[in-house]
C-alpha cells in the first residue's frame, strides 16, 4: 500500500540493519544508504531511533539525513548538530550500577541501556537487572526516570519521551502529508499506538504489535521504500 505525500518515519535497528551481537556491529543493510539517500530528496524523512544521533552518523553516513534519538530525547542531523529535547541527571544513577554477569551499560548520556544479548544465561542476566531496578525504584522516581524494555535491552530514561510523541511532533511540521512509520522493536509501539488509523504504520518481523501492517525482515523494508522511488 503507497500513499501520495509520505512522511517517512523509519526506526534504525530491526528496520533498516538486521540485529546483530553487538550495537557497533549493527552495519545497515547493503541496499539502505543508497534507497535512503533516494528517498530523502524526494519526501521529509527522519530516522526515529533509541540510539544517539552520533552513534548513528557513523552507521548511516548519510549528511544532511534527519534523525531523533534516544527515542525522542535528542533531535538532530547526520553531520550537523543535534539537540537534547530533555533535561536529565543520571550522575545518581551511574553511582549505583548493576553487577549483573554478562550485562554491559551503553551510556548515552541523556540514558542508559542495560543489554544482556549474548550474556551465559540472558534470562538470569535480565532477571538480575530486574531485582537491582526494583531496589532502586525510588532513585527512578526521584529523578524522573523510566525503564523501557526493548530486544535484549532495558532502558532507563527520562520519563515523558516517546517514539510516538516523536512521531506526532514531526507529522505537525508536515501537513498534508501521511506518516508512514515502520519499526520492529516494543518502542516502537507508541508510534503504532498514536498513528493507529491517520497514516501507515508497518511493524517488521513476528510478534504482536499495534501496527497495522506486517514487512517479514529488513529485506522487505527496503522492497517496500524502493516503491517510492
Ligand atoms: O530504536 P532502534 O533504532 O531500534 O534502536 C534500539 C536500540 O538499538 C541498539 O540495541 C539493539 O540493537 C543491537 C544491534 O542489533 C543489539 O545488539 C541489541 O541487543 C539491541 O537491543 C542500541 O544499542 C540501543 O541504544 C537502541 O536503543
Same mark, same amino acid.
Given at each position: ?19 546483530? %551481537? ?5 552495519? %545497515? ?5 543508497? $534507497? ?8 521529509? !524523512?527522519?530516522?526515529? =531511533? &533509541? ?7 557513523? !552507521?548511516?553516513?548519510? #549528511? ?22 530533555? #533535561? ?7 553511582? $549505583? !550500577? ?6 554491559? $551499560?551503553?551510556?548515552?548520556?541523556? @540514558?542508559? @541501556?542495560?543489554? /544482556? ?7 538470569? @542476566?535480565?532477571?538480575? +537487572? ?18 523501557? #524494555? ?14 510516538? *510523541?516523536?512521531?506526532?511532533? +514531526? ?9 508512514? /512509520?515502520? &519499526?520492529?522493536?516494543? =518502542?516502537?509501539?507508541?508510534?503504532? *499506538?498514536?498513528?493507529? &488509523?491517520?497514516?501507515? =504504520?508497518?511493524?517488521? &518481523?513476528?510478534? #504482536? ?12 523494508? !527496503?522492497? /517496500? ?5
Amino acid at each position: 500500500m503507497r500513499v501520495e505525500k509520505p512522511l517517512f518515519l523509519l526506526d534504525y535497528d530491526g528496520t533498516l540493519a538486521p540485529i546483530a %551481537p553487538r550495537p557497533e556491529e549493527a552495519f %545497515p543493510h547493503p541496499g539502505a544508504l543508497e $534507497v535512503l539517500r533516494a528517498l530523502m530528496v524526494r519526501y521529509p !524523512l527522519y530516522v526515529i =531511533t &533509541g540510539r544517539r544521533v552520533e552513534d548513528l552518523a557513523r !552507521l548511516l553516513p548519510l #549528511p544532511g539525513l534527519r534523525v531523533v534519538g534516544g527515542h525522542g530525547l535528542e533531535e538532530g542531523e547526520i553531520g550537523g548538530e543535534s539537540h537534547p529535547l530533555f #533535561p536529565v541527571d543520571l550522575g545518581p544513577l551511574r553511582r $549505583v !550500577l548493576p553487577s549483573c554477569p554478562g550485562v554491559w $551499560v551503553e551510556d548515552k548520556g541523556f @540514558a542508559l @541501556a542495560f543489554h /544482556y544479548r549474548g550474556a551465559e544465561d540472558e534470562e538470569r @542476566a535480565r532477571a538480575c +537487572l530486574e531485582v537491582w531496578l526494583a531496589a532502586h525504584e525510588d532513585l527512578l522516581r526521584g529523578l524522573g526516570l523510566e525503564v523501557l #524494555p526493548g530486544k535484549k535491552v532495558l532502558e532507563v530514561k527520562p520519563k515523558g519521551a516517546s517514539k510516538g *510523541q516523536a512521531a506526532l511532533r +514531526l507529522w505537525a511540521r508536515y501537513p498534508g502529508h501521511t506518516p508512514i /512509520y515502520i &519499526g520492529d522493536d516494543a =518502542t516502537d509501539e507508541t508510534a503504532f *499506538q498514536v498513528l493507529k &488509523g491517520k497514516g501507515l =504504520t508497518f511493524k517488521v &518481523g513476528p510478534g #504482536p504489535t499495534l501496527a497495522e501492517g506486517r514487512l517479514e525482515d529488513v529485506e522487505a523494508v !527496503l522492497t /517496500y521504500l524502493k516503491s517510492y522511488l
